[in-house]
Structure formats: structure tokens, C-alpha cells
């Protein structure tokens, strides 16, 4: 059996976990909590990087800290993951989806102005599958209209666009390290901020509303509670299997890449012959291989494609149903404009086993089954 996904585990982990519990401290923000937002810090270019417990937890922080309250419209793209809306419902926005680029998925900037009103408070664009959205047209839109970006960039660690780390570009941006994703924690994520303004009150935020932060730089003498609140801290423990994650952040990248090389060199016949639809990367973009995904002709062709390759040892997953089709989707939002590509392109779109150390004889498996089930066809 060929898995989806396999957790990466680089070998010193178990090494970092069993020091972190000797040193007697496995809460949060002990040294490996430092040496990762340290490395983040200095790798991206980013003003304060705060570790959090996940990236659904960094997009909550993200939008309590650009102030959205009851009554504000966000303007985000429906085919995106539960927690890029849930971050927002929670402080009572109103949704508004706008449709995505057929060849990428993101969101479609080019709708972006027309989708703004008077209540309208953020533009949160994904970097679906590490591959940017086109920043410079959005952040020039939000500049002009006084708007908060928010980056969701959950798959864009170690991707950039224009030479800029995702996730450093907006006022916010989230990362996660979901075992989903390329480098993980388990459970968890981080939350970067550009403008020193934001970061005191992103570390209250962050630690029950309390300024210990401050205390444990020695800046104050004792802590107290000064400000709303949650716990928004991975323990140490996390950290730990985190850093020696980043410590072997290009080789898990280059092992990635190397799959979704070899995929998308060996689906090239398919897609000429109109079989399938390989992903696109602009030429502002340098994705970070989190996913490597194809576009089957229709909804059928995906399940039965699915379906021979599970049959096969194979297993695949399609992705995300647009949230404005879902039950709390409908509630909480509205589809600006019409959609166009959202629903027909989910419907098409499957992504392949990914995951760092993935075999070659594996991959090339994989390949080769889908290329028999188009022979099949014919
Ligand atoms: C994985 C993911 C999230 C959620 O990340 P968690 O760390 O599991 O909270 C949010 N948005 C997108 C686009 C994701 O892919």
C-alpha cells in the first residue's frame, strides 16, 4: 500500500524530545520554541515570529489582533480549508468568497475590488498547494482601500513569491505544521507579523492575557493580567520534533521536489494528449512541492480514477468541497459574483501520494498505474 501521506521524521527528534525533558522544562517558549521562531525570523525576513498550537489558532490570533468584529465582510476564496473562515466566524465576520484561478486555485485578485464594500475589513488570500498568490496586485488593493491582509500560508513554508518568504508579505501571515504538511510539529503552527506594533499585544494574546512574555525578558518584575486572552502555546516537546525539522528544512524541500519533479515530468504525455491537467506555477512563484495534485476530465472520471488506484494499492484524495457550498459555509458567507471555476475545478482536481522520503520505485508506481488506467480507457 502506497500512503497519502507518511508524518516526516528526519531522526532527531526523539534526540531533541528527551533533552527537552531533561532540561526541565517542557512547557512553551523554552529553547526550542526560540531556536524555531529564531530560524524563522532570520530565513524569512520576518519582523517577530511566534510559535502557536496551530495554524487554525494563528489565523484566530491574526484576526483578533487586525481588530475584525461583528458585522465585518473578509473576502477570501471558498476553496480553501475549514479553518481560513472558522478564524474569522469566531470574531463574528461575514464571509465573502470570490472565485479562484483555474490554473492555480488561488484566489482570483482580479476580483478582488469589486467584492469590497463598506464593511469590508481583510482579504485573506491561501497559497494553495505553496504556490503564491499574486501579492503585489492584492497588497496595492488593500492599501488602497485601508484593508488587513492576512496570509494563509498553512502549505507555504520555505515557498516564495518574488524572493519573499509567503506568509511575510501581509500584515499577517499563518504557518502550519500540521503532520499534513512539509514540516511538522504533530500538531501545530506559527504566526508572523511584520509591524512591531502588533507584536506585544500578539504575545498577551498568546499567553491568557497576561504580559509574562515581558517578564521572562526581565523586562517587568511580575506578570499580571492586562488584556483579553487564550493559550495559543505549543509545549516544548512539539518544538523539539519541530527543530529537528527546520535543522533538515532544504533536505526535506529538495526530497519533496524530486517527487513532484518526477510526477510532473512523467504526467507530461497525459496532459498533451488531453488527458489530464497538470498544476501551474507562475513565473512570480517558487512553490515548495507540498503537494503535487492532477485534474481528471470530470467528477466521474476522478472517483473512478480514485477508485482503480485504491484497488491498486494506491491512495489518493481529492480536496476541499468549497465551503460556500456547505452548510455553515451558507451561513456565514456569500459568493460574490459567480462561480466560475471554484465548484467545477474542485470536483476535478485529485491530489497524489506526497511525502518526504517517498521511494522511487514507488513514484514511478503510481505513475505508471495512472497512465493504465488512461490506456484502459481508450
Ligand atoms: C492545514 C491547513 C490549515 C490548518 O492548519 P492546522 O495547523 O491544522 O490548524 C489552514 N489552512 C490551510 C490552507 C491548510 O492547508
Redesign the pocket.
Known amino acids: 500500500m502506497i500512503d497519502f501521506n507518511i508524518p516526516p521524521y528526519t531522526g532527531k527528534e526523539l534526540d531533541y524530545i528527551r533533552e527537552a525533558i531533561e532540561s526541565g522544562k517542557i512547557c512553551g517558549d523554552g529553547m526550542f520554541t526560540k531556536k524555531c521562531s529564531d530560524w524563522m525570523e532570520e530565513r524569512y525576513h520576518a519582523e517577530k515570529v511566534l510559535l502557536t498550537t496551530?495554524?487554525?489558532?494563528a489565523?484566530e490570533m491574526a484576526a483578533y489582533l487586525a481588530g475584525i468584529s461583528p458585522g465585518d465582510e473578509v473576502i477570501l476564496p471558498s476553496y480553501?480549508?475549514v479553518?481560513?473562515a472558522d478564524a474569522f466566524v469566531l470574531r463574528g465576520a461575514k464571509l465573502v468568497f470570490i472565485d479562484v484561478h483555474p490554473e492555480t486555485m488561488n484566489m482570483d485578485e482580479r476580483l478582488l475590488e469589486a467584492a469590497i464594500t463598506e464593511k469590508t475589513k481583510a482579504i485573506v488570500p491561501?497559497h494553495y498547494a505553496g504556490v503564491a498568490c499574486e501579492m503585489d496586485v492584492i497588497m496595492e488593493i488593500a492599501k488602497k482601500h485601508h484593508l488587513s491582509v492576512i496570509e494563509?500560508a498553512?502549505?507555504g513554508v520555505e515557498a516564495f513569491y518574488k524572493g519573499k518568504a509567503l506568509g511575510t508579505i501581509g500584515d499577517f501571515g499563518c504557518y502550519?505544521?500540521?503532520e499534513?504538511?512539509n514540516y511538522s510539529m504533530g500538531?501545530?503552527?506559527a504566526l508572523l507579523m511584520q509591524d512591531p506594533k502588533y507584536v506585544e499585544q500578539a504575545e498577551i494574546l498568546r499567553e491568557k492575557g497576561t504580559n509574562r512574555s515581558k517578564f521572562f525578558r526581565g523586562e517587568i518584575d511580575k506578570y499580571t493580567w492586562v488584556d483579553f486572552g487564550s493559550s495559543y502555546l505549543p509545549s516544548e516537546l512539539n518544538a523539539a520534533y519541530l527543530w529537528a525539522q527546520l535543522e533538515c528544512a532544504q533536505q526535506i524541500l529538495d526530497d519533496r521536489m524530486a517527487t513532484w519533479n518526477f510526477y510532473h515530468e512523467n504526467l507530461r504525455d497525459l496532459e498533451e494528449d488531453g488527458c489530464i491537467v497538470r498544476p501551474y506555477v507562475p513565473p512570480y512563484a517558487k512553490h515548495n512541492a507540498h503537494m503535487y495534485y492532477l485534474k481528471t476530465k470530470d467528477i466521474e472520471e476522478r472517483t473512478r480514477l480514485i477508485q482503480f488506484l485504491k484497488e491498486n494499492g494506491i491512495h489518493c484524495v481529492f480536496h476541499y468541497i468549497p465551503l460556500h457550498s456547505s452548510t455553515a459555509g451558507r451561513q456565514f458567507g456569500r459568493f460574490f459574483g459567480e462561480d466560475r471555476y471554484t465548484t467545477r475545478e474542485s470536483e476535478r482536481l485529485m491530489r497524489l501520494p506526497m511525502y518526504y522520503g517517498m521511494r522511487e520505485s514507488d513514484r514511478g508506481y503510481v505513475t505508471d498505474m495512472i497512465h493504465q488506467f488512461y490506456r484502459q480507457k481508450r
Open positions: 496551530s495554524c487554525t489558532h489565523l480553501t480549508f479553518s481560513t491561501v494563509d498553512a502549505q502550519s505544521f500540521h499534513t504538511k500538531e501545530g503552527g
